[in-house]
C-alpha cells in the first residue's frame, strides 16, 4: 500500500474544502409548538359592514399600502422610507458589511505587485574582489504572496464576515418593517390627540354654559358659592386638559416629522378620521415556526450565531501551521540600460511555514472566546424568538378583545351623556344639587377619553401585530419580495 505524504494529505484537506468549524446545528424554539387559542385569542366580527379581509394571506405577502387603507398614511410611510436617516444608516452598515466580506474573501487570492529599485552600496577596497568599490544593482519584477488554506483559517474567517454581512441586511430589514409601523402608531396617535381635543372641547362648551347659569343663580341670590366654585373648576380643569393635549399633539407631530425625514408636506391626501381607520384584522398567524423565516430580527441573530460558529473555525486553526508561499520574477542588472537584455532575468521562490510553538496562551483563550461568544448568540438567539412569540400571542390577545371592550364603552359613553342631560334637567329644576351634574360631567368626560383610548389602541395593535408576523417588507400585496440587502425601499 502506498504511503502518502503529510504534505500530500494536506493538499487533499485543502481542495476537499477543509474547515475546522463545528457543524452547526440550529437550536430548537424555546416556545410552545402553536399560539394559544382560547377565548381571549379569537377574532372577533362585532361590526357588520366595512371590515376587508386578508383572504388567508401572511403578513409578510400583504403590502403596506393594503394594509393602511388612509391615503395620508400611505404617503407619510413612503416618505419615511425615503428620508428616515435611521434607515439610511441601516443601508449605510449593509454597504460596510459587503465591502469587509469582500476584503476578508479576497484572502483566498494572492497578493500580486510590482516593484522596482535601486540599490547602491560601496564596500572597502580591501574587501572587494574587483577594482571598484561602489556598485549598483537595478531590479525591476512582480512579487506575490500566497497563504495556503490548509486548515480554513481564511475560509472561517469568510463564512463569519458573509454571515455579518447577511446579518446586516436582515438588520437592516427589521429597521425598515419597525420604521412603517411606527409611522403608522405616530399617525395615529396624532389622530387620537384629535379626538381628545374635540372632546375636551366640547366639554369645555359645556363646563362654560354649566358656569354662566350657576353665576347667574349666584347673583340672584337662588344659588350657592359652593356651587360657582364647583362649576368653576370643571372649567378650568378642562381648560388646563386642553392646553396639555394640545402640547402632547404637537409633540406627536414633532416625532413623526422625525421619522419621516421632513416637514409635513403642504401637499397631503386627505386622512381618515381615527374611527375610519380600516385594517386588516384576520390575518393567519400561522405557527410559531414560521416566525423564523417571516422575523428578519429572528434571521438577524441566527446568522449572528452563525458567525460566531465560523468563529470558532479560524480559532482552531491558528493552532495549525500556517504555509505561505512567497516569490519574486523579473530582471537585475548593475546598470539601468542593462535591465531588459538577454540573460538579466532573475527569480526566486520562498515557502513559508509557520509553527505555533508558544504563545503564552493567546490562542487557547481565543478559542475559550470564539465558544463563549457562540453560546451568548445561541442564548440571544433563543431571546429573540421568545420575544418575537410574545409579540405575535401579545397582538393576538389584543385583537380577540378590543372588540368587545369599545363596545362596552360605546354603550358606557351613551349611559353617561344620558346621565348628564337627566343631571342637567334635575339641577335646573331645584330637584338636585350641582354636585351630581359635576359628578356627571367628570365622568362623561373620563368614559369618552377611555373610548378614544381604547380605539386608538386597539388600532395600534394591529399594526404591531402586522409587523410582528413580518408584514411591512412589501408595498403592494403580489409583488416579488426585495432582497434584504435591496438598495432601498424609496
Not at 179 to 206: C, F, K, P
Not at 272 to 292: K, Y
Not at 415 to 435: F, N, P
Request: aromatic fraction near 6%; glycine fraction near 8%.
Amino acid at each position: 500500500m502506498r504511503k502518502l505524504s503529510i504534505g500530500s494529505i494536506a493538499i487533499a484537506l485543502w481542495l476537499a474544502g477543509c474547515t475546522l468549524e463545528p457543524q452547526y446545528h440550529r437550536p430548537d424554539a424555546p416556545v410552545a409548538a402553536s399560539f394559544s387559542n382560547g377565548s381571549t385569542y379569537q377574532a372577533q366580527t362585532l361590526k357588520t359592514g366595512g371590515k376587508r379581509s386578508a383572504n388567508g394571506q401572511a403578513a409578510s405577502d400583504i403590502g403596506w399600502r393594503n394594509f393602511f387603507v388612509d391615503a395620508r398614511l400611505q404617503q407619510l410611510i413612503k416618505i419615511a422610507l425615503i428620508n428616515n436617516r435611521d434607515l439610511r444608516v441601516a443601508v449605510l452598515n449593509i454597504e460596510a458589511a459587503r465591502a469587509q466580506y469582500q476584503i476578508t474573501r479576497a484572502g483566498f487570492l494572492p497578493a500580486v505587485g510590482a516593484a522596482a529599485s535601486q540599490n547602491k552600496q560601496r564596500i572597502p577596497a580591501d574587501l572587494s574582489r574587483t577594482s571598484q568599490t561602489v556598485s549598483d544593482v537595478y531590479s525591476v519584477g512582480l512579487n506575490a504572496s500566497w497563504e495556503i488554506d490548509f486548515f480554513g483559517r481564511i475560509r472561517s474567517l469568510k463564512d463569519q464576515a458573509l454571515a455579518q454581512y447577511l446579518a446586516t441586511s436582515q438588520a437592516r430589514k427589521a429597521a425598515e418593517l419597525l420604521l412603517v409601523s411606527q409611522v403608522a402608531d405616530q399617525y395615529l396617535t396624532m389622530l387620537a390627540y384629535d379626538e381628545l381635543l374635540t372632546v375636551t372641547q366640547d366639554t369645555l362648551n359645556t363646563a362654560q354654559g354649566s358656569y354662566q347659569l350657576t353665576q347667574l343663580k349666584f347673583d340672584n341670590g337662588t344659588g350657592s358659592e359652593l356651587d360657582l366654585r364647583q362649576a368653576q373648576t370643571v372649567v378650568d380643569q378642562a381648560q388646563a386638559n386642553l392646553q396639555a393635549q394640545a402640547r402632547a399633539r404637537a409633540q406627536a407631530e414633532n416625532l413623526l416629522v422625525l421619522l419621516i425625514g421632513e416637514p409635513l408636506p403642504s401637499d397631503l391626501a386627505p386622512g381618515a378620521n381615527l374611527d375610519g381607520q380600516d385594517l386588516l384584522e384576520d390575518i393567519p398567524a400561522g405557527l410559531p415556526s414560521d416566525l423564523l423565516s417571516r422575523r428578519p430580527d429572528i434571521m438577524e441573530a441566527e446568522e449572528n450565531l452563525l458567525a460566531a460558529n465560523a468563529n470558532i473555525g479560524a480559532a482552531r486553526a491558528a493552532f495549525f501551521p500556517k504555509v505561505t508561499l512567497t516569490g519574486t520574477f523579473g530582471t537585475l542588472s548593475p546598470s539601468l540600460g542593462g535591465l531588459f537584455k538577454p540573460g538579466s532575468a532573475a527569480w526566486a521562490f520562498g515557502p513559508q511555514i509557520s509553527i505555533p510553538i508558544f504563545e503564552g496562551g493567546t490562542n487557547l483563550a481565543n478559542l475559550n472566546l470564539a465558544e463563549v461568544r457562540k453560546k451568548i448568540q445561541v442564548a440571544q438567539y433563543e431571546r429573540t424568538i421568545q420575544g418575537a412569540f410574545r409579540d405575535v400571542s401579545d397582538g393576538l390577545t389584543a385583537r380577540g378583545t378590543y372588540d368587545r371592550e369599545i363596545a362596552a364603552r360605546q354603550r358606557d359613553t351613551l349611559a353617561e351623556q344620558r346621565r348628564l342631560e337627566l343631571s342637567q334637567l334635575r339641577y335646573r329644576g331645584g330637584v338636585d344639587s350641582y354636585l351630581s351634574v359635576l359628578t356627571a360631567q367628570n365622568d362623561l368626560y373620563a368614559s369618552r377619553q377611555s373610548l378614544i383610548t381604547a380605539q386608538v389602541q386597539r388600532l395600534t395593535s394591529l399594526v404591531g401585530l402586522y409587523r410582528a408576523l413580518g408584514g411591512g417588507w412589501i408595498e403592494r400585496s403580489g409583488e416579488e419580495p426585495r432582497p434584504a440587502d435591496a438598495p432601498g425601499a424609496g
